[in-house]
């Protein structure tokens, strides 16, 4: 019954703590720190509300500290993933038909409990599973989530109001039904955000959910899960699951209550997921909705009339924040000859004074990369690189697994614009630089367009206003996220809906009210007061 519109206005970002020396909020993180280093988690899956253990147990352990062990995760196999639709689809009827705003109060209640007393540990748990250093996550597993939460309540109350025009005698609204079916959430290591909202997105639209996170990734995902059963969300609901992709694939993107699927993943995955959709097309009750971000291969360029200072902090963060394993991060950048070696001499000074060790020492700058897959990919890379004779490492290029799985930030240059490092996702803390002649900016934005089937994010960093014009013109679609004088990181709910195209994904920008109508079925009724009783129009009249 619905007694009341509940309106749920524009909420404000959540603000970023600064873990400054003496801050309370830094104390706290470092003695929650300790605590999950004490004491080893037993991580269930978790289906129609149940706490499912396996026996099948994979370590947890932080890839900066890998001897250490975190915990355990139970591996589910089939007739897990058979169980988690099972208990979504069991759900699904009582989830739909709850009052809007009881559904909306779980995800408010998450979020309050994220930015109060789960803070440290959703940034604990992300620090030390992901390694990421403290303001990384909490600018991820605190601020972005709770966004994510908070903005997608809004966005979604706002939609519900959108209602079509009455004729007299006759009403019509809209209905925003949840898709007839379950939604498959699968998402990536690197944001404990993404994880978090690519399931809850679509719940909150009254659609189940099965979500399948990183196995690199579970240690935070585990501790979200726990917060939304806190705060209230119902058995069945989202089916937190840990099993082999191919599996997962085979049994939910064959099942004929496949709705859709929110993914966050590399493209040849996406890419294998929409082929087997549409093979399976025959199979389904409906047309699934599919919303992925994929890759990129992000970048930079500078104009002549860039300021040096600038352009090389830019880069600096753009690139190595969080060792480069952002979707979004710096990985290409094109520098005029007239400014090259001053960014270039500025840029490695900098990047020479960045410390690299465990996230538990809030001076370190570079933590570990995820795992020994990733490094074993990004040190290929950089071997390739020292064999190429047009392409000269300016700082960095060693890489050591002893410990953990550490990548020195390094900068690469190139005398090939279309060299490997230029064109392929690293996703590491590697950049390679092209230095162009400044006169020839039209054959650099060429380059920029050309380059990489990607379009991610990407900056222009110039002083000049007709070239930052020229640029956001001429570089329209290479780039879903495009940053004027910044790094092409660092998008903000609310603020830059986040979203690429081309090989990079569907471009339904997640933090927006575009994702949440891929996560709604409209339904116009029509109501007709006095309904006619003759079939005849008064045109047949004679006379």
Known sequence: MNLGYFHYPMPANEPVLSYAPGSPERATLKKVLAELKKKQVDVPMYIGGR???????????????????LGYFHMGEQKHVTQAIEAALKAKEAWANMPWEDRAHIFLKAADLIATKYRPYMNGTTMLGQSKNAYQAEIDSACELIDFLRYNVHYLSEIYKQQPASAPGVHNRTEWRPLEGFVLAVTPFNFTAIAGNLPTSAAMCGNVVVWKPADTQVYAAQMFMRIMKEAGLPDG???????????????????????????????????????????????????????????????VLVHKSADVDAT???????????????????????????????????????????KMGSVEDFSNFINAV????????????????KKDKKATILTGGNCSKKEGYFVEPTIIETKDPKS???????????????????????GAMNLVDTTSPYALTGSIIAQDREAITLATSRLRNAAGNFYVNDKPTG????????GGARASGTNDKAGSMLNIYRWLSARTIKETFNPPTDYKYPFHMES
């Open 51 to 69: 706490a499912v253990r396996t026996g099948n147990k994979v370590e947890l352990n932080p890839p900066h500290e890998k001897a250490h062990v």
């Open 312 to 354: 090389v902090v830019a880069l600096a963060r753009g690139a190595f924040e969080y060792q480069g394993q952002k979707c979004s991060a710096a990985s290409r950048a094109y520098i005029p000859g007239n400014i090259a070696e001053e960014v270039k001499r500025k840029l490695v000074a900098m990047v020479q004074t960045m």
């Open 237 to 299: 609901v989202i089916n937190l699951i840990y099993v082999d992709g191919q599996v997962l694939g085979d049994t939910c993107l064959s099942h004929p209550d496949f709705a859709g699927i929110h993914f966050t993943g590399s493209t040849k995955v996406f890419n294998n997921i929409w082929q087997t959709i549409g093979a399976n097309l025959p199979v389904y009750k409906s047309y699934p909705r599919i919303v992925g971000e994929t890759g990129g291969k992000d970048f």
């Open 491 to 498: 998008a903000v709910v609310g603020q830059q809906p986040f």
């Open 420 to 442: 490997l490092t230029m064109c392929e996702e690293i996703f590491g803390p590697v950049l390679t630089i092209y230095v162009y002649n400044a006169d020839n900016f039209e």
């Open 370 to 385: 995820i795992d020994e897959r990733s490094f074993d990919k990004i040190k290929g890379y950089i071997e390739k690189v």
